[in-house]
């Protein structure tokens, strides 16, 4: 019998996925029928993307997972009718995106890009700067994503420092973890990096206090999850001097609304959420995956602890 597949997300989603997951099915061999409006009885599996008009998860009675689409599981994960297992994304094509989004911001802030780029006087000041060995990158959140970007840099010659909520050894990095250890973290963070969820525990991760541990003239990076920084507590920051220019591609609303003063503050780049976004045909065979595994019993890949909400 084949496994009844239901794509729910946002219906513009469809066209561009039904084929790179129909072709990651038949790569696995697996016998699935992929449709958007089965009846919720006969449904095995849930591909979701929490935009989708699906939200009360309850007549799913058959379906033994929701593999989410995106990396961000906050708008699902605490969904009360929600009780079977739900798989975040780690898509290997977002991570090398979000990768190069990164990295490319750490040289252009790193080399001092922006003094020649944007130079409306035509000032002949030549600064050289340091070497990537001279140079501490601190990335806040170790994941999959998190991991990738240290990686690269390391590879640059970046001495590269990094933090977690939970203890983790990744090596040629300088790992931190707990709050006595964030704080010794942002103590050497030149250029900073937030690539940790949203969740109640890391809202506002990046407060005043915080700032204030971070070296005079630091540079922030911020492709994570908006909530993760104190909007007012970066601007003031911005304005002393403590933060020297912050890159920002999340936001606690989005699209961030023209009156924000993050658009008008010289110091701050804005782009708008295009880091790393799931890459069709590498997602689908994630999710392939993860319905080979569920229907032989084998466990799910990337499933999400609900306690911690990711």
Same mark, same amino acid.
């Given at each position: 019998?084949?496994?009844?597949?239901?794509?729910?997300?946002? /219906?513009?989603?469809?066209?561009?996925? @039904?084929?790179?997951?129909? *072709? $990651? #099915?038949?790569?696995?061999?697996?016998?699935? %029928?992929?449709?958007?409006?089965?009846?919720?009885?006969?449904?095995?599996?849930?591909?979701?993307?929490?935009?989708?008009?699906? %939200?009360?998860?309850?007549p799913y009675t058959r379906a033994k997972?929701? !593999?989410?689409?995106?990396?961000?599981?906050?708008? /699902?994960?605490?969904?009360?009718?929600?009780?079977?297992?739900?798989?975040?994304?780690?898509?290997?094509?977002?991570?090398?995106?979000?990768?190069?989004?990164?990295?490319?911001?750490?040289?252009?802030?790193? !080399?001092?890009?922006?003094?020649?780029?944007?130079?409306?006087?035509?000032?002949? $000041?030549? @600064?050289?700067?340091? !070497?990537?060995?001279? @140079?501490?990158?601190?990335?806040?959140?170790?994941?999959?994503? &998190?991991?990738?970007?240290?990686?690269?840099?390391?590879? !640059?010659? #970046?001495?590269?420092?990094?933090?977690?909520?939970?203890?983790?050894?990744?090596? &040629?990095?300088?790992?931190?973890?707990?709050?006595?250890?964030?704080?010794?973290?942002?103590?050497?963070?030149?250029?900073?990096?937030?690539?940790? =969820?949203?969740?109640?525990?890391?809202?506002?991760?990046?407060?005043?206090?915080?700032?204030?541990?971070?070296?005079?003239?630091?540079?922030?990076?911020?492709?994570?999850?908006?909530?993760?920084?104190? *909007?007012?507590?970066?601007?003031?920051?911005?304005?002393? &001097?403590?933060?020297?220019?912050?890159?920002?591609?999340?936001f606690r609303t989005e699209p961030l =609304?023209?009156?924000?003063?993050?658009?008008?503050?010289?110091?701050?780049?804005?782009?708008?959420?295009?880091?790393?976004?799931?890459?069709?045909?590498?997602?689908? %065979? /994630?999710?392939?995956?993860?319905?080979?595994? &569920?229907?032989?019993?084998?466990?799910?890949?990337?499933?999400?602890?609900?306690?911690?909400?990711?």
């Amino acid at each position: 019998m084949p496994i009844n597949v239901l794509f729910a997300a946002h /219906v513009d989603r469809w066209e561009t996925y @039904r084929a790179p997951l129909t *072709d $990651a #099915f038949a790569a696995l061999d697996l016998d699935v %029928q992929l449709a958007t409006d089965f009846r919720p009885e006969d449904v095995d599996y849930i591909v979701y993307a929490p935009n989708s008009p699906l %939200q009360d998860f309850a007549p799913y009675t058959r379906a033994k997972a929701v !593999l989410n689409l995106w990396a961000g599981v906050e708008a /699902v994960v605490n969904n009360p009718t929600l009780k079977i297992p739900l798989a975040r994304m780690v898509d290997p094509g977002m991570t090398k995106s979000m990768t190069e989004w990164v990295v490319g911001h750490v040289m252009r802030y790193h !080399l001092g890009l922006d003094r020649y780029i944007v130079n409306p006087d035509h000032a002949w $000041a030549p @600064r050289t700067p340091p !070497l990537a060995a001279q @140079r501490t990158v601190c990335i806040l959140g170790m994941g999959a994503l &998190g991991s990738a970007v240290a990686e690269v840099l390391l590879t !640059l010659g #970046f001495k590269v420092r990094g933090w977690s909520r939970r203890e983790k050894s990744i090596p &040629g990095v300088a790992m931190h973890h707990g709050e006595d250890g964030l704080e010794l973290a942002l103590s050497q963070a030149e250029i900073l990096i937030l690539l940790l =969820p949203d969740t109640p525990a890391t809202e506002n991760i990046l407060d005043a206090a915080a700032i204030a541990h971070l070296p005079k003239g630091a540079f922030v990076i911020n492709p994570g999850r908006g909530p993760l920084i104190d *909007d007012q507590a970066l601007i003031d920051a911005l304005n002393t &001097g403590q933060i020297a220019q912050a890159t920002l591609d999340v936001f606690r609303t989005e699209p961030l =609304p023209a009156d924000h003063p993050f658009w008008a503050h010289p110091g701050v780049t804005v782009t708008p959420h295009v880091a790393a976004d799931t890459r069709p045909h590498t997602a689908s %065979q /994630v999710i392939a995956e993860n319905i080979r595994r &569920g229907e032989i019993g084998e466990p799910f890949l990337h499933l999400v602890d609900r306690t911690s909400g990711y």
